[in-house]
Every structure is written in structure tokens, then in C-alpha cells.
């Protein structure tokens, strides 16, 4: 298919730097067995509303512990899964442990949760992307409104018709798009209105520079302004200083993901992590302690 062709042309000249990793025959051969044996794994990192810290959702990330090298880098498998064909595999599966998972969290904070999933654009000319997660859905009871699936601004820019329509399909179904890792390249604005979707995912680099620069401010200020009457919901990644959150606070950014809030866990550390912290008024203590 055309739209498949292009897509590989774009991924082709992204992942250069990549291509140490992807030509590791036996990283390739583990990483399979990996994928065949229940190998990975996935962690889960909040995401918070910046001014009290309340956990809104999580996102899952995928985890490799190699059993001789160690923990993997997403940074070295993903690109090897892409160049390899073995994304899609790797996507459902974290998607499949991030739900169930996500039952468990659901059930101890007593309250809806958002996930949200990486996907690779590749999935986005995947005619049949959107069956397949309906399936996991289906088998872990996780709420497709309760779902947001994670695509990148790079992604999006060669965003082709079919493209599109894969948004619209998953939004149909009830799941919500969120444009990850904007603002770093050449951003879009021009397009925002265009692109289906429901929140925005501000890259750690440009919430890093907030700090330093009013200038940097000015401009997520004026994002925030024009998110909000989009109907797109900005998250803020990479928070790692209360310098930062508050920065994020003042502007009203109103969600915000970081290790300053909570690194990326498995589920059972993230249950002792936020049953550990005060309860909102009104829930009833102890509420978190549950599984
Ligand atoms: P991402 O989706 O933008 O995820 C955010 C990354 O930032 C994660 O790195 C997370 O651990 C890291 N991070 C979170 N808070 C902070 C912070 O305060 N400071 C800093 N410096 N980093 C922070 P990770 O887990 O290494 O993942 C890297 C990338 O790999 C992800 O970026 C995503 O693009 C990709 N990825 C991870 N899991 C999956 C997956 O299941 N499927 C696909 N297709 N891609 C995935
Ligand atoms: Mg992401
Ligand atoms: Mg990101
Ligand atoms: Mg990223």
C-alpha cells in the first residue's frame, strides 16, 4: 500500500542513528524470545494534575530485562522491534499487560483512571490496528473511554489520509489520540486543528527550558491558550524540579507527567507509592491499600 510505502520511507530516514541497535542479530534473537515468552514487561508512570499531584492516569512503558545484559533501553528495542517487524506485536503486548494492570490500579484507587499506550505510526496504516486492540480491550475489561493511545508529532506530520482515518476510527470506539513528544523539530501549529486528538504531550526538552527562558513561558503560554479552545488537553513530560511545576502551575497547564512526581514503576510499586500518599478530602482512608 502507498500509505505503508511512505510510512517506511519517513521511518527509514528517522532511524539512522538507530541502526547499531537494529542490526543486532542476537539482541533481535533474545528480543523475540522475549516477545514469544512473556519476556517484557511494563511500567507505569502517573500523570498528575501539577497544582495537588493527583494521579489522573498512568502511561505504560515498555520494559526489557535481558537476562545477561540487564535492563534494555527502550531507545535500543523499540527502534530494533521497528526496523524488524515486530512493533505491532510489541505494542499489544505492553498494551495487554498495561490493562490488566490498569484493572488493579482502577480497582485500589476506587476511581476511573486514564492509560495510555505508545504506539508506533506504523499502526496508523494498519488496516487492521484498531480490531486488534478492540481485542485486548475485549479480553481485559479495561473501557476503551478509559484508553488514550499515544502517537508522535513526527508521526503525524506525514500523517496521510488513511492515517487520519485511523484517529478517527479509534475515537469513534471511544478511545482518545494523544500527539506525544510535540515541540521538539519543527512543531506543527499550523496543523493542530487538523490532527484528531484530545491531548497534547509537551516534550521533557521543552518543559525543561521553561525555567530558564519567560520567553519559553510566553510561548507554552500561548499554547495552553490555543490547546484550550481546540479541546486538546496539554500534559507537560519531563517535570523534574519543583521550580518547573510551578512554572507549570502559574501558567495553568493542567496536566503534567515527571520523575519529579513519580518515575515510571511496576504496578505493584505504584500501588505502595500512592497508597503512601494523603488521600484527597473526602475518600474514605485507607482507600488505596486494597488491590
Ligand atoms: P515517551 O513516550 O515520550 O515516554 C517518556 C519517556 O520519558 C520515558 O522514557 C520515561 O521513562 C521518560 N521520563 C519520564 N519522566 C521523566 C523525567 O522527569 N525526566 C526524564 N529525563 N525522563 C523522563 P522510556 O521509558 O525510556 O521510553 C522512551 C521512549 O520509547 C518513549 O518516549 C516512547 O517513544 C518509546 N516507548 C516506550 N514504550 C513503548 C511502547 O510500548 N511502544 C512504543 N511504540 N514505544 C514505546
Ligand atoms: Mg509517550
Ligand atoms: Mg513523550
Ligand atoms: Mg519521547
Redesign the pocket.
Known sequence: RADTALYEAKAAGRSRVATAATCDAGLLEDFRAALDHGGLQVAL?PIVVPGTGETIGV????RWNHPERGPV???EF?PLAEANGL?KE??LA?ARLACADSVRLRRALGRDVLLT????GRHLVDPDFVQDLLQVLADTGWAARDLVV?V?ESTLEAASAAARDTLEELRAIGVRVAI??FGTGYSAFSQLDAIPADFLKLD?DFTSQLTASGRRRAVLGGLLRMSEELGLAVIA????TPEQRQALVALGCPLA????FHR?LPVEDLLRALSAETPPAGAPAGALSGT
Open positions: 508512570q502511561e505504560a512503558l515498555a533501553s527502550p531507545a523499540i512493533v510489541l505494542d505492553v499506550v505508545n504506539a508506533s499515544e508522535t506525544d513528544d521533557k513530560e519531563g517535570v523534574e507527567q515527571g520523575y519529579f515510571p
